[in-house]
């Protein structure tokens, strides 16, 4: 454990960066936790209940269901009536009258109506009791939903509740009194009535609201209580709707008292401890298994990335009662990650955001087990994520894992068909829908974290791209000598359960550096060696620069990094040996300059770089055999690979001696393939005498 936290220091910027990255990251995700104390009794209506006999620890009262508690609040607000006010008041309305009257008297003939000119106060009292009767009761508009209702008047703050009537009735109603009225010219009267009755009843919205609030008010949100020591479920007893409200109720009540206790700092402490624990556990396992990503501040961002992203998507869902957890596509990440990853890291992640996520969500085991199964689903059927056929045929399986597991769940708690939850099967199948983002988000987030994804490489792979048309055209040798190598590394490395494909892509491009000088290496020399006119130091500065020529092309043809660490480590820091022990014949007693003669690295780190290094020096020596048997060629290997170790190439690298065991076998094997190596007869003893040429191999 020691030797794990002392590569915890801040040695640099970068080292800090990434502290900061984890710190930040803990500290985002105990944020999103209740800041109440988690209720310690899982349960549900219509299960056992599971524990010790519950007696209730206090007096506390019960709630009434929510269901219940609305529909006492809906009937309360369908039952309260409009409210209204007066526009105007009865005194007002018989002056408006008045002053009407008399300008219509103005435009009468005295000869013809001397009765009402004479004597206008028999009408005038008509009028304004025409007037009592019916704005009394309150005049509305024919178009108002309260004509002929009850509804409330309030004057002067007195509530009185009358039967509204339309405008067109009431005018209806005044001609025909008007007609049985006595008075000579009571008809006169009409064309001012009608111009003055006009709807004197308004909505007060702001009196209703204030009433309604009161009656709800008056509504209690419960429906009993418990008294303290009172059982409310014995061990293992049914727990029916009754016991359910209880239990609700005390829930509550635990969690209400909690938030008045000032123990908010402790809560949030223990999240914040549970989440250190997991994400630490987390780290560990990077350190142990794949510490390449904790030494890159964008790799580990990349994988602390998930946990955030789905803690805050499991927040989210949750605020929001319409929507439910369970249609989060998880396994998108462990797809992703296993892209860029290994299977054994992509489910360690996928446990590692369920586990937080359960945090988050109140749905309890279920949901931990669902989405773990899936994920474990996800990882195991999507073997090549850039054939779509494999991707949604993985996808189809995500599908099939979540409905069997859920529908074993449901048939386990409720014990039939018809208890189950089918809008739980919407979500989960909306979440298998999620899921297809993974396939656009690949390429997304390798640009964005500089990863080399298996969709890229294969692009890479294809013979018809520029690069490597040029270099069939311009050094058609190295371009077979490099296919010989991807073969050679592809069954080494899928032997020991690397990555075959960029292994492959990478020795298709890891000598395009000689292109540059193409018949200065053996495979693409035809009668005339170059080499021959020149000094040997010149000679191994040509060979040696083909690495950096190589590195240079492959940064300007954008290729990824990952392919330019192959150029650059195929030769690791060996000795360009042939031009070496020549110059050492021609001046044994020279100056120093074995440094000219060795290539500047790095030596390689990963598997596939150093079984790639391997393969390229081997593939080369084979070449030379002049009968190549299968004694020979073992023989070849193993000197190789030793000269290979003696000479510290393999100190940086991951690869173990177990696993060099299974490389050492794959290359044997396959060389055997390739040469046909038969029985040796007899007559080949003498031959095998003959001495090859095997020293320019490392040309």
């Known amino acids: 454990m020691s030797q794990i936290f002392s590569q915890f220091n801040l040695r640099s910027g970068e080292q800090l960066l990434q502290y900061t990255l984890v710190i930040l990251t803990i500290f985002l995700i105990s944020l999103l936790f209740p800041n109440t104390g988690r209720f310690k009794y899982d349960f549900e209506q219509g299960q056992i209940w599971k524990y010790e006999s519950l007696y209730a620890p206090q007096e506390f009262a019960i709630k009434k269901p929510s269901e219940t508690f609305e529909a006492e609040r809906q009937r309360v607000i369908e039952g309260v009536r409009e409210y209204y006010r007066k526009k105007d008041n009865l005194t007002s309305i018989e002056q408006q009258f008045e002053s009407s009257f008399q300008e219509a008297l103005q435009g009468l003939d005295p000869a013809e109506h001397t009765e009402i000119v004479n004597n206008p106060t ?283 597991g859920y529908l074993g769940l449901s048939l386990i708690k409720d014990g039939s068909f018809a208890a189950i939850d089918w809008t739980i099967f919407a979500w989960l199948f909306v979440s298998v829908v999620l899921t297809l983002l993974a396939y656009p988000l690949i390429p997304l987030l390798e640009r964005l974290f500089g990863f080399t994804s298996n969709i890229t490489l294969s692009e890479l792979g294809d013979l018809d791209r520029p690069l490597l048309r040029e270099l069939g055209v311009k050094a058609a040798g190295t371009m077979q000598h490099s296919l010989q190598v991807g073969n050679l590394s592809e069954a080494a490395v899928d032997a020991i359960g690397g990555n075959t494909l960029l292994v492959k892509v990478a020795a298709l491009y890891h000598d395009i550096g000689k292109m540059k000088n193409p018949t200065f290496f053996i495979e693409n020399q035809g009668e005339v060696n170059p080499h021959d006119t020149i000094p040997e130091v010149e000679s191994a500065g040509v060979i040696i620069d083909h690495v950096q020529e190589g590195e240079k092309m492959a940064k300007k043809h954008g290729l990824p990094l990952e392919i330019v660490r192959f150029i650059k480590t195929h030769h690791g820091t060996t000795r360009v040996e042939f031009f070496y022990q020549k110059h050492l014949e021609k001046f044994p007693n020279g100056e120093p300059s074995e440094p000219l003669f060795r290539y500047p690295g790095p030596r390689p780190r990963s598997k596939e770089e150093t079984v790639m290094m391997m393969a390229d020096s081997i593939e080369a020596a084979c070449k030379s055999l002049k009968q190549p048997t299968e004694q020979r060629i073992s023989e070849m290997v193993d000197a190789i690979i030793s000269k290979k170790m003696s000479s510290g190439q393999f100190e940086e690298s991951e690869l173990t001696f177990e696993e060099l065991e299974i490389v050492r076998s794959s290359f044997k094997s396959v060389l055997k393939s390739i040469h046909h190596v038969r029985i040796e007869y007899p007559k080949e003893k003498e031959e095998q005498k003959l001495p090859d040429n095997s020293s320019k191999a490392s040309l």
């Open 122 to 404: 028999p009408y005038l009292e008509a009028g304004k009791t025409i007037l009592r009767k019916f704005y009394e009761q309150g005049v509305v508009a024919d178009d108002s939903p309260a004509a002929g209702t009850t509804v409330n008047v309030v004057t002067d703050n007195v509530v009185n509740v009358v039967e509204t009537k339309k405008r067109s009735d009431i005018i209806n109603q005044v001609r025909q009194d008007l007609s049985n009225s006595s008075l000579l010219h009571a008809s006169l009267l009409y064309p001012v009535l009608e111009e003055i009755i006009q709807p004197n009843l308004i909505l007060d919205q702001e009196v209703k609201d204030k009433f309604l609030q009161n009656q709800l008010e008056k509504i209690s949100s419960n429906s009993g209580m418990v008294a303290e020591g009172e059982l409310i479920v014995p061990k293992e007893g049914l727990i029916t709707e009754e016991v359910y409200q209880k239990l609700t109720s005390l829930r509550d009540h635990h969690e209400q008292e909690a938030r008045g206790t000032g123990s908010n700092w402790l809560v949030f402490g223990g999240y914040l401890l549970l989440t250190s624990l997991i994400v630490g556990i987390y780290l560990i396992y990077l350190q142990y298994y794949n510490r390449r990503i904790f030494a890159s501040w964008r790799k580990l961002l990349f994988m602390l990335m998930w946990l955030l992203l789905f803690g805050y998507l499991v927040y989210l869902v949750e605020q929001n009662e319409t929507l439910s957890a369970y249609m989060i596509p998880f396994c998108i990440a462990p797809i992703v990650i296993k892209t860029f990853y290994s299977e054994r890291l992509a489910l360690f992640a996928l446990i590692v955001i369920v586990l937080i996520a359960s945090f988050l969500s109140h749905l309890g085991y279920e949901f931990t087990f669902l989405q773990i199964l899936a994920g474990v689903v996800a990882v195991l059927s999507n073997e090549v994520t850039r054939y779509l056929s494999r991707f949604f045929r993985s996808i189809l399986w995500i599908l099939v894992a979540y409905g069997l």
